[in-house]
C-alpha cells in the first residue's frame, strides 16, 4: 500500500525519550528509526515508527551512508534528522548525498568543532572570547609545539585568566574544566586531555578560552530556508566551576527587553555566521557581565535529546519537534513567520545533581516528584547499584525532573523545593573499585 504521509529517517534517538515520537504522529510523519547501538528498542515500538533500520555509524560510517543511499534508491525517504550531536554531521552528509534538505555537511562539522566555530563567529564580528586552540598532536595548525618559547602555553598566558580548557569535539560539558591562573594551565590541559582519551575515546584538539562571567541561558530557535526565528530563550543558572554539571533550565527568562533583542540578534547572526539555514537549533551563551552575550555554542538539532522541545512548546505553543521533522522533509513549516512568540506558559528541567560519588545506595524523593501534579516526565538515568565517578570524570545526571508552571517564578520556587527533597546517598567506593 502506498501513502501519501512523508517519511523521516530518525538517527539515534532513544526511545526512552517520548517527544519526537509522538510530535512526529501528531504532524502525520513515518518515522524510520536507527536505534542507538545500545539502545533495546522494545517490541511494541514508540508511535510512529514505521520500520526500525540498525546502522553502527562508528563502526561502519561509509557502510552505513550505503545503506541509507539504498534504502532511499528502493523505497525514497524525504528527509533525515537526528537530536544526538555527535551524529549531526553524518545526518548532514546523508541528507547532502541523498539530495534532501538539511545543512551541509560544512556547516555541520564547523558548529561542532569548539576551534572552527569561534573562528567563524569572530570572522562575522560576532562576541568571541579569546581563545587558542591546542590541536591533538600532528592534526592541525595549532598543533601541540610544547611549553616553551612561541609554544602554546606562552600564548595561552597572554589571555587573561581564569580561562577555560575544553576539548574541541565535547558535549554534555565533558571535561570542559576552569583554569585559575597560568601556573596552574599546563596540568588542567593534561586532565582534560585524560578525560578526552578515557571518555571520548579518542584524542581531541583542545581550546583553551577567557572564562566568561554572568549567567547563562539556552535560546531554542528554528530556522528554515535561512530564516531564523528564536523561539524560546531559558535561564540555565551561573555555573562557576571548576567543572560545570548542568543544573537547571527554566523558560521563559525574565530578561530586560533590550537584553532579550540582543540576545536575539546575537543568536540570529550566529545561524548565517556558522552557516545553519535549516532545522531547529539550540544555543548556548553567556551573559557576560550580566549583559554582553556571548555564545558557548550554537547545536544545530532540538537539545537534550528533546528537553529543548518540551521546554519551547511549553512556553510558546509551537510543536517544536514537529516543525523540525516538516522542514526535514521539505514541507512547510507552520510557525515561522510572525513576530517573536508571546510565552503561554513556562517550563522548567532540573537536573538531579550527582551530590557526590560512590555507589548509590538509595535516591529519596523522587517518588513524591513523580505525584506531583506540575510534573510531567522523571527521566531517570541513575538508579540504586550504579557507580557514580568522581569529578570531573562524567558519569551522567541521576535524573530529568520537567515540569510545566504559569509563571516562570513558580518554576524558580518548584525548585527550590526539589533541592531539599530529592537526594542521593552513597557507599564509599576506594578508586581500585571503580570501573
Ligand atoms: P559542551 O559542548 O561540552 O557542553 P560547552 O562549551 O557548552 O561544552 O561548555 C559546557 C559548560 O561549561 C557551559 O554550559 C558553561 O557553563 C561552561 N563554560 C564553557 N565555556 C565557558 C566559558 N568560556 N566561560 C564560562 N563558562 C564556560
Redesign the pocket.
Known amino acids: 500500500m502506498t501513502t501519501n504521509r512523508p517519511t523521516v529517517v530518525l538517527v539515534y534517538q532513544r526511545t526512552s525519550l517520548p517527544w519526537v515520537f509522538e510530535s512526529a504522529e501528531r504532524a502525520g510523519i513515518d518515522l524510520v528509526l536507527v536505534p542507538r547501538p545500545d539502545d533495546t528498542v522494545a517490541a511494541d515500538p514508540p508511535p510512529a515508527v514505521t520500520e526500525v533500520l540498525p546502522l553502527d555509524l562508528d563502526a561502519d560510517r561509509a557502510g552505513a551512508l550505503e545503506v541509507l543511499r539504498k534504502r532511499h534508491a528502493d523505497q525514497p525517504f524525504q528527509g533525515i534528522v537526528t537530536l544526538y550531536d555527535p551524529a549531526v554531521p553524518f545526518v548532514a552528509e546523508a541528507a547532502e548525498i541523498l539530495g534532501l534538505p538539511g545543512i551541509s555537511l560544512d556547516a555541520a562539522l564547523g558548529a561542532q568543532d569548539?576551534r572552527v566555530m569561534r573562528a567563524r563567529l569572530a570572522a562575522a564580528g560576532l562576541n568571541v572570547?579569546r581563545f587558542e586552540r591546542l590541536d591533538a598532536p600532528g592534526t592541525g595548525p595549532g598543533a601541540d609545539t610544547g611549553g616553551g618559547p612561541g609554544g602554546w602555553e606562552e600564548a595561552a598566558a597572554r589571555l587573561t585568566f581564569p580561562v577555560?580548557v575544553?576539548p574541541a569535539h565535547?558535549?554534555?560539558?565533558?571535561g570542559?574544566t576552569k583554569a585559575a591562573t597560568p601556573d596552574s594551565l599546563g596540568a588542567v590541559v593534561e586532565e582534560v586531555r585524560r578525560i578526552c582519551a578515557a571518555q571520548l575515546g579518542r584524542p581531541d584538539g583542545l581550546v583553551v578560552?577567557?572564562?566568561?562571567d554572568g549567567p547563562?541561558f539556552a535560546v531554542e530557535s528554528l530556522a528554515h530556508g535561512g530564516e531564523v526565528r528564536v523561539l524560546s530563550i531559558g535561564y540555565k543558572g551561573e555555573?562557576e566551576g571548576p567543572h560545570?554539571e548542568e543544573s537547571v533550565y527554566r523558560a521563559p527568562a525574565s530578561l530586560p527587553e533590550d537584553v532579550a533583542a540582543d540576545i536575539r540578534r546575537e543568536v540570529v547572526a550566529a545561524h548565517a555566521a556558522l552557516g545553519i539555514t535549516d532545522g531547529p537549533t539550540h544555543t548556548?551563551l553567556?551573559l557576560r557581565g550580566g549583559r554582553t552575550p556571548y555564545l558557548?555554542?550554537l547545536g544545530a538539532r532540538i537539545g537534550g535529546s528533546g528537553v529543548s522541545h518540551y521546554i519551547a512548546s511549553h512556553v510558546t505553543g509551537i510543536d517544536v519537534a514537529a516543525e523540525a521533522l516538516r522542514i526535514a522533509a521539505g514541507t512547510a513549516p507552520a510557525s515561522m513567520g510572525g513576530g517573536d512568540p508571546v510565552p503561554v506558559g513556562a517550563a522548567a528541567n532540573y537536573i538531579v545533581p550527582c551530590g557526590g560519588s560512590g555507589r548509590i545506595t538509595a535516591i529519596h524523593g523522587l517518588d513524591a516528584v513523580r505525584e506531583d501534579p506540575r510534573v510531567d516526565h522523571v527521566v531517570q538515568m541513575l538508579f540504586p547499584g550504579d557507580v557514580v565517578r568522581p569529578y570531573p570524570d562524567f558519569t551522567g545526571y541521576p535524573a530529568f525532573v520537567l515540569s510545566r508552571h504559569a509563571e516562570v517564578t513558580e518554576a524558580e520556587e518548584f525548585h527550590r523545593w526539589l533541592e531539599r527533597s530529592v537526594r542521593i546517598d552513597y557507599a564509599p567506593l576506594d578508586p581500585s573499585q571503580l570501573p
Open positions: 569548539k572570547p577555560v575544553k565535547g558535549f554534555s560539558s565533558l570542559v578560552e577567557e572564562y566568561l547563562e555555573p560545570f548556548e553567556r558557548l555554542e
